[in-house]
């Protein structure tokens, strides 16, 4: 399985900018996608995710302002952020996280993160 995000970049304040991530490889079922961002000196936290059947979550930080989307491929599954109205506070590194089925069990697997950057 690998999952590579992308769509990172330096944006002002009011910007927006679109991550993307696809999942591949021998995936027998996908029960969730999330985003994550590690900000300096920060943990990290859930920003975004979406489940199996489409509910949402947001952090309350990035609602109103963040959209999170899925699509399924042939042998592949995508997961975007459309984040609109960035804000200096959410510069960070953003990871995707995909909670799925394998033929060795269920677990959790990241890319490898993608810079946002928002300039006041």
């Known amino acids: 399985v690998q999952v590579v995000d992308s769509g990172g970049g330096l944006v002002q304040s009011g910007g927006s900018l679109r991550l993307s991530c696809v999942a591949s490889?021998?995936?027998?079922?996908?029960?969730?996608m999330d985003w994550h961002r590690r900000a300096p000196g920060k943990e990290r936290e859930l920003v975004a995710s979406?489940?199996?059947?489409?509910?949402?979550?947001?952090v309350d930080s990035v609602k109103d302002r963040f959209s999170i989307s899925r699509r399924t491929g042939v042998a592949e599954y995508n997961v975007y952020l459309q984040m609109n109205n960035l804000k200096p506070e959410d510069t960070a590194v953003y990871y995707c996280?995909?909670?799925?089925?394998?033929?060795?069990?269920?677990?959790?697997?990241w890319g490898q993160g993608t810079q946002v950057t928002v300039s006041s």
């Open positions: 490889g021998i995936i027998f079922n996908i029960n969730a």
């Open positions: 996280g995909v909670d799925l089925q394998t033929y060795t069990g269920r677990g959790t697997y």
């Open positions: 979406i489940s199996e059947n489409g509910t949402t979550y947001y």
